[in-house]
């Protein structure tokens, strides 16, 4: 019975998990301007890698592969923001598109 | 870099220094998986060096061991957690509604951390909850890029900046 | 479902790699590459699965780590080189 | 997946941009590695991603700091070496006609050592990764030349561009580097040292996952690297020495090499592990834990050296222009 319900959760995660990745491609691949493709990408980095280690650790119940998911999953969400953030800021500096001073007003 | 961790007083340092070892310790135990001697000597030597490697390198410290924090990050988790669920779920709608849904603008918004780890928990708070990007930082405040008027406005309300202070009070 | 994910993964992989090959700017490639990379770890770590190899996850692992590193590392050549060569915008 | 890899090397081909060309061979190496990864070919899928997703671009950027980022246009029309790069093709190609059908049973690999490998193996050496008991045990010999090459490599790199002279530790554009990027510097400062330790873990558990001295010691030069591009050339090799280096890079193949004379002088064959100790599977054992313990030490070194001989040039070439 327990089993089961920890199945039915993981696909339940794991579907969720594959819907967000292929809308965050979409977005990728849609939005006009690099910043609005950073918010697309950051579907896929967060919520949806974050499903898809979730549904696997549930099928691999305790011991060390979870722990390893775990740690997977950590290292994806403390680096993904500094790595956008770092990208942003360097296209900023780059001076592409947005200029900080003209939008403040905005 | 060099001179902050050598002004701090001995004690400090060993506290982050034994929370380092702690940390490692639980690295190596949790991937290894294999508990034969020889390799737990492995480990304990190799987390001794790896602790005496980043001293030289001055990178163990009151921010990379944020210790005095730990007490109330798993409240501000468990909020940041819900946040990017609810953004996440805008993103997407606005993904496929296409690109006349969307407005992106960005703005400069105050910061009101303390300390440099504040304001890094701040910005990559909003880094992480899709549809607001921290751009750029300065002393007292950071560009903020959004995919639409609402994001900003929902930064402005400043919910996410009281969290991230409460944390370091 | 597993495989489902699997080709989940190969169809963002490709999105990104078209956006990776259609630029138009430097910053998008970078940020299709990371997306790459990060979908990349996830294809390893699910593979990892479906063969029923554990050892998978200490590349994921690897990859994770390596992708970040780059990522921080083209970034920094570019604003090095962006410093030298001023106003030499892609 | 081939196809993907296909696209992707003409692409590279194509673009002039060298610095696109550069991002694209990232995606290249992670794509190869994951082709490795669908094939079981755990241990080459690990070096891969190391090696040709991590360092590779790495110093491939670091070389195009020196050399500029736009490709020459050719003025002259390169037919020579179109012809000589068509003929090697073909050549290739036709070798390949000879090759039995790919997966066929009785093809040389699956029958000649293959199988002596695969059966003896667990016996003979005691280690559960046959990978490295192929590696580090039955040849030896090669791998004790591919560390010699990684060695002469680093040192043919420093003879051409390392001037000897560091660059300044603390200056003031790298203090402002440090300043301008604290999300970075906060964020590395936390992972540097897991890293680290993660490099160590891979180095010790070569006998039994996939890893081991190659892979571990480009992962810890990685994590020192990564310290380099955020905390300035200068402070890294203040606590990372070159001339350290230097001899920790050539100690490492003194190591390897040493384990072998060791053999030899207490009555086995050159690199002969059994004969270390009176029982053979736990001389065989040390043997390649021990030699493993050297390549990582070479491997690490020399690919730090290297990043630092890019880099200190790419900084005098900058104070001198």
């Given amino acids: 019975m327990i089993a089961l319900l920890l199945e039915g959760v993981s696909v339940l995660c794991l579907g969720t998990g594959i819907f967000l990745l292929v809308s965050g491609g979409v977005g990728l691949l849609r939005f006009p301007e690099v910043f609005s493709r950073m918010h697309a990408a950051g579907v896929t980095e967060t919520l949806a890698a974050s499903l898809i280690l979730l549904g696997l650790m549930l099928l691999a119940g305790w011991g060390i592969v979870m722990f390893k998911l775990l740690l997977i999953l950590l290292f994806i969400l403390i680096t993904s923001p500094t790595a956008s953030h770092a990208l942003a800021k360097s296209a900023v500096h780059g001076g592409l598109g947005v200029d900080p001073d003209r939008n403040e007003t905005s | ?169 | 479902m597993l495989t489902v994910v699997v080709i989940a993964l190969l169809v963002v992989m490709v999105m990104a790699l078209s956006r990776a090959l259609l630029g138009p700017t430097i910053y998008d490639r970078i940020l299709a590459v990371n997306v790459f990379g990060t979908k990349t770890v996830l294809l390893i770590a699910v593979v990892g699965f479906l063969f029923g190899r554990p050892d998978f996850l200490d590349i994921a692992l690897v990859y994770a780590l390596i992708n970040f590193i780059s990522v921080i590392g083209v970034l920094r050549y570019f604003e090095y080189s962006n410093d030298r060569h001023q106003g030499d915008n892609p | 997946m081939l196809l993907l890899l296909a696209i992707t090397a003409l692409a590279i081909a194509w673009l002039r941009d060298l610095f696109a060309a550069v991002m694209l061979a990232g995606i290249y190496g992670l794509l190869s590695a994951s082709f490795f990864v669908s094939v079981d070919a755990v241990d080459v899928a690990f070096t891969e991603a190391a090696v040709g997703a991590g360092i590779f671009p790495l110093l491939m950027l670091a070389a195009l700091a020196l050399v500029g980022r736009n490709e020459q246009t050719a003025y002259r029309r390169p037919l020579i070496s179109l012809l000589l790069v068509s003929i090697t093709g073909a050549a290739l190609v036709l070798g390949t006609l000879d090759m039995p059908a790919f997966g066929s049973a009785d093809a040389p690999p699956h029958n000649h050592v293959a199988v002596r490998y695969i059966e003896e193996s667990p016996k003979e050496i005691g280690i559960p990764n046959m990978v490295t008991s192929v590696l580090a045990d039955y040849r030896s010999f090669d791998t004790l030349g591919e560390v010699v090459v990684v060695f002469t490599a680093a040192m043919g790199v420093l003879g051409l561009l390392f001037t000897g002279r560091a660059a300044s530790p603390g200056s003031a554009t790298e203090r402002a580097n440090m300043y301008d990027h604290r999300v970075l510097r906060v964020v590395s400062k936390m992972l540097i040292p897991l890293i680290l330790l993660f490099a160590l873990y891979v180095q010790f558990h070569g006998e039994y996952g996939p890893g081991g001295g190659f892979q571990a010691g480009v992962i810890f030069a990685a994590g020192i690297i990564l310290y380099a591009m955020l905390f300035g050339f200068g402070n890294a090799q203040r606590v990372v020495r070159p001339a350290l280096l230097q001899i920790l890079a050539a100690c490492g193949v003194l190591i390897y090499g040493s384990v072998g004379v060791v053999c030899l002088l207490s009555g086995g064959n050159f690199l002969d592990y059994s004969q270390l100790l009176p029982d053979p599977l736990v001389g065989r054992h040390v043997g390649i834990l021990v030699i493993e313990l050297g390549v990582g030490i070479t491997v690490a070194s020399a690919m730090i050296l290297i990043f630092y001989a890019f880099a200190s040039a790419t900084v005098n070439s900058e104070e001198v222009a």
């Fill in chain 2, 1 to 169: 870099m060099k001179l902050q961790s050598g002004s701090e007083p001995g004690a400090d340092a060993l506290k982050y220094r034994l929370s380092l070892f702690l940390l490692l310790v639980v690295l190596w135990l949790g991937n290894s998986g294999l508990y034969s001697f020889l390799l737990l000597g492995f480990g304990l030597a190799s987390v001794i060096f790896v602790i005496w490697v980043s001293h030289c390198l001055a990178v163990v410290d009151q921010e990379s061991q944020p210790l005095h924090l730990a007490r109330r990050l798993p409240k501000f988790f468990g909020w940041l957690i819900v946040k990017i669920i609810r953004s996440n779920i805008d993103v997407v709608r606005l993904i496929w509604l296409g690109n006349r849904a969307i407005s992106p603008c960005s703005t400069r918004l105050p910061l009101g951390q303390k300390s440099d780890l504040g304001r890094v928990i701040y910005a990559n708070a909003i880094t992480l909850t899709p549809g607001t990007v921290a751009m750029d930082m300065d002393d007292d405040t950071v560009l903020v890029h959004a995919l639409t008027r609402e994001g900003i406005e929902d930064l402005q309300e400043g919910e996410m900046r009281r969290r991230v202070a409460e944390l370091e009070r």
